[in-house]
């Protein structure tokens, strides 16, 4: 009997102790669900399989990763993401600031009109204070964010005629999305902005609908807009651009063993780092054999001298000077300075 009792404190105290654990992993989903805009061979959807793999890897299989290209997780609406993952029904994401900038409006910073010259730009936000900040305010909404990776300088291409100045854009239909700071910004250009989802852009265009969008080249040339929408004028004018956030959704960030979110953190780095080596190839100065590659396709490609750009910076002020109240002026403050001081 003494015996009888010591064998059962032995199992209880075996199995307390092994409970929390078994209780942890009991926890862990047999998938997650990763939604991003665009799926492989761009360079995002590419960033979404990547990220899977290595957490894979890194967690020997513990924690399995889909990728649901398209935004499919919310019928493709991508300015729903953001809500989405809050509430669970995305478990991660790899999302552009500006699909999630209606909920998120210190996101719109990154489509303030001309406030990033260049690629050090975009690095002196997301890499310092104002990445920072940022990442505080996405915790502060249910979700955990882990790493910068780059969608790119959205340039602006259409089926119409080349643009130089702010006047070339008179009238002409634009696919824009995200927040209201687009369609003002084009409203302020002269064109006519209309808003609509990336699933709903690539026909719109086509069937002339529309007559021009603005997207990263490498989103151009995967998609192949100039045959498949017609877009044969390209601008070069780097007006705005938009990174990659990768984000876990909070409560499933809290489900996963200490180490599994280590896994997962250094996974989401090592991804966002090819993401944006991928996202500036052959666009990084002096190297412009990415430009190059669209020129070849017959697109007529117009790059601006600096007074050309402060004519469309001009026209973009007013813009620019409302979105920083609203944004929050000492976050934009924050950013010029970063800008100011990148090396
Ligand atoms: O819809 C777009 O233009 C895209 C694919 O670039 C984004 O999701 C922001």
């Not at 609509?196 to 852009?201: C, L, R």
């Not at 966002?272 to 669209?294: F, H, Q, T, W, Y």
């Not at 910076?313 to 976050?331: C, F, M, N, R």
């Amino acid at each position: 009997m003494k015996k009888m009792v010591g064998v059962l404190l032995v199992l209880a105290v075996v199995v307390a102790w092994s409970s929390p654990q078994a209780i942890q992993a009991a926890d862990y989903k047999s998938e997650y669900k990763l939604s991003t805009v665009v799926g492989k061979p761009f360079p995002w959807g590419i960033a979404g399989e990547r990220w899977a793999e290595l957490v894979k890897e890194k967690t020997n299989g513990r924690i399995n990763i889909k990728c649901y290209p398209g935004t499919s997780l919310v019928g493709g609406d991508q300015t729903k993401e953001y809500t989405a993952i809050r509430q669970g029904a995305i478990d991660m994401a790899i999302g552009s600031t500006i699909n999630w900038s209606p909920q998120v409006k210190e996101l719109n910073i990154f489509s303030m009109p001309f406030l990033m010259p260049d690629y050090k730009a975009i690095d002196a936000l997301t890499g310092g204070e104002v990445g920072k900040e940022i990442f505080k305010i996405l915790e502060s909404k249910d979700t955990i964010p882990l790493a910068w990776g780059e969608n790119g300088f959205r340039e602006l291409s259409n089926s119409k005629r080349s643009i130089s100045k702010p006047q070339d854009l008179q009238g002409l239909k634009i696919r824009v999305v995200g927040s209201p700071l687009f369609l003002e910004t084009f409203t302020a250009l002269g064109a006519n902005p209309t808003q609509m989802s990336w699933a709903d852009a690539v026909p719109a265009l086509s069937s002339g609908a529309v007559d021009g969008q603005e997207n990263p080249l490498t989103i151009f040339t995967v998609a192949k807009l100039h045959a498949a929408a017609n877009q044969k004028y390209l601008l070069l004018w780097g007006y705005v651009a938009d990174p990659l956030i990768f984000v876990v959704n909070k409560d499933v960030w809290k489900s996963w063993k200490p180490e599994d979110q280590k896994a997962v953190s250094e996974a989401a780095v090592q991804a966002a780092k090819e993401n944006i080596i991928a996202a500036r190839k052959g666009l990084i100065p002096p190297d412009d054999s990415g430009i190059k590659e669209v020129e070849a396709l017959g697109v007529n490609v117009i790059r601006l001298t600096d007074a050309q750009k402060a004519e469309f910076k001009k026209a973009t002020q007013p813009v620019y000077d409302k979105w920083a109240k609203q944004i929050g002026e000492s976050l934009v403050k924050k950013a010029e300075d970063a800008i100011a001081k990148r090396k």
